[in-house]
């Protein structure tokens, strides 16, 4: 039994180049963790060229294609259920709240989670994998990532409306400074909910929501259209699209200063200008996006596959580095740990994060050598399929 809109010819393998993709993406939100301090940095920001050049290259990019993934692994999650005749539905939605109750518990370390949010919106996914027309759910995705709820705002903000030109609701953070100078039950407690507030309403106030369901729709559809696993076919048009998108990321990074200088010129209100330089910012980001997937790519499709095939271990391991490197790395800054963040220089944070990394990428082979799945991978999918016997350790290979 076939889905009706799935590749006739889909690899049922794993996808290596994705995993790879995955990765980078992992490591490159880990450099901006480090880098920001664990959201430490915003109390007091001292800008430098470290920290701008990491934050213009990677901040926003590297959650954008973690979510592109996102999209595509749900794809070849309900693909690969198909094709063994089941329907993976149900239990899709089932692993999704599994996700949220992962996230929940490494939201009352790190209140910068964003598996929860992107478990609520992958219910969505569930709804849009009914539609079977490619190009509707292209029109989707361009619709979601131009920005709606942005334009929205600056329309509002433009009109006048009192609610778009109020203070932004995202700028209030009770949880600061329980983070600069509370202990580890304080954290704890704040994290709860307070905490939270600022995060979920900068996602709603900036379109962060609907940017997550765009690229999800954008990953189904390259999953469907089996993208990643017949690169050879992308070839030509890669190679324009490449350059293209680095143009355009360089055009909109330079320019969204004077086009914002003209913008509030016009005198059309604080919600509007504020609107119009996180449209600015979505469009960078997404530009962004796209040329360092197209990049990473690029080279794995190449004779430097070398330079990036690394980076698939620690894509693997996703769930389990992405909550450990909180564990680690939230109490090296944080006050009731060593309170490091305004200790150390952005070249310090640059040299831990860069060693770190180093780290995880040879720990992550090391492992995957020796079993399965990554920790709480294991428990994920032992979780989902309600099943103790889910394979982890590797077979050692028959002696002859």
Known sequence: MREPHAPARQNPARLDVVDVLRGFALMALFLVHVIESYELFWAGEKPGWITETVFALFMGKSFSLLALCFGFSFFILMYRAAQRGQDFTARFAWRLLILEGIGFLHSLVYRGDIMQTLAAIGFLLLLFHRVRSNAVLLAGAAFCLVGPSLIVQLIAGASGAAWANGPALSSVDPGMPIYLSGDLWQVLRVNLWAGQQSKYWF??????MVQILGLYLLGLVLGRTNFFGNLGESRRWRAW??????VLAVALFLAREPLREAFMAQGLGPGAGRAFWA???????LAGTAFWALLVIALYDSRARWLVRPLASPGRLTLTYYILQSIVFVPLF?????GLYDDWSAGTRLGVALFAIVVQIVAAHWWLARFQYGPIEWVWRALT????????????????
């Open 203 to 208: 996602f709603l106030e900036y379109g962060r």
């Open 241 to 246: 699209a490449l350059p293209g998108a680095a």
């Open 279 to 285: 449209l600015i910012n979505l469009w960078l980001d």
């Open 334 to 338: 944080y006050h009731y740990g060593l």
């Open 385 to 400: 399929y309600l099943r103790r016997d889910v394979p982890f350790r590797r077979k050692a290979p028959a002696r002859g």
